[in-house]
């Protein structure tokens, strides 16, 4: 079955990096993109960006676009999204999804989240 | 940057019918989907592209869209059904593709 594995939760201290990755399984991994999303604790689903797993390219929110980088490794099928200088506010779930093509663009499925803690 | 607004709260006895309204500007343009997210647990898609439900969903999750307002509809709801909801476009004109409704909390008195 189609399926996203993400690696488990991470402790770090503020001015951190964060790499999180995605491992995807049961579908051509190019076919698709791969979304990352994240959720701070008691709050609502935060969009950061996406990658395409065809070429490369990525788009990422403003907000994140100095910090962030996404990357794809296609011969494990595994997606990976870096965070940089952490700070207490970054303290979130981070998910992974697929993501379709246009005009669409469905999330689904979803990794199981990978739990960021940030703290001195 | 696109605007998705949804009730906080939203609440229903089981059996009843649950309707979760998500507001945008001529969001009937647009395709919609919906994700319920269980506590603890990630989201999963119950309805993509306005009406469509992935393999798996009861047909007891259906959706509309229309003008500047889409709807999920849960008929027969039940325990199970609690969760958080949210709704989802696509939006081009920002640089937040993927924009996200702040979600509705779904109670079964």
């Known amino acids: 079955q189609v399926q996203l594995v993400q690696s488990g939760a991470e402790v770090k201290k503020p001015g951190a990096s964060v790499k999180v990755s995605c491992k995807a399984s049961?579908?051509?991994?190019?076919?698709?993109?791969i979304i990352w999303v994240r959720q701070a604790p008691g709050q609502g689903l935060e969009w950061m960006g996406w990658?395409?797993?065809?070429?490369?390219?990525?788009d990422s929110a403003q907000k994140f676009q100095d910090r962030v980088t996404m990357t794809t490794d296609t011969s494990t099928s595994t997606a990976y999204m870096e965070l940089r200088s952490l700070g207490s506010d970054d303290t979130a779930i981070y998910y992974c999804?697929?993501?379709?093509?246009?005009?669409?663009?469905?999330?689904?499925?979803w990794g199981q989240g990978t739990l960021v803690t940030v703290s001195s | 940057s696109y605007v998705l607004t949804q009730p906080p709260s939203v609440s229903v006895a089981p059996g009843q019918t649950a309707r979760i309204t998500c507001g945008g500007n001529?969001?009937?343009?647009?395709?919609v989907h919906w994700f319920q997210q269980k506590p603890g647990q990630a989201p999963v898609l119950v309805v993509y592209?306005?009406?469509n439900r992935p393999s798996g969903i009861p047909g007891r999750f259906s959706g509309s869209n229309s003008g500047n307002t889409a709807t999920l509809t849960i008929i027969r709801v039940e325990a199970g059904d609690e969760a958080d909801y949210y709704c989802?476009?696509?939006?081009?004109?920002?640089?937040?593709?993927?924009?996200f409704g702040g979600g509705t909390k779904l109670t079964v008195l």
């Open positions: 049961g579908y051509t991994f190019i076919s698709y993109g």
């Open positions: 990658i395409s797993t065809y070429n490369g390219n990525t």
């Open positions: 592209d306005d009406n």
């Open positions: 989802q476009v696509w939006d081009t004109s920002s640089d937040h593709r993927g924009v």
């Open positions: 999804a697929r993501k379709s093509g246009d005009p669409s663009n469905w999330f689904d499925p």
């Open positions: 001529n969001i009937g343009s647009k395709s």
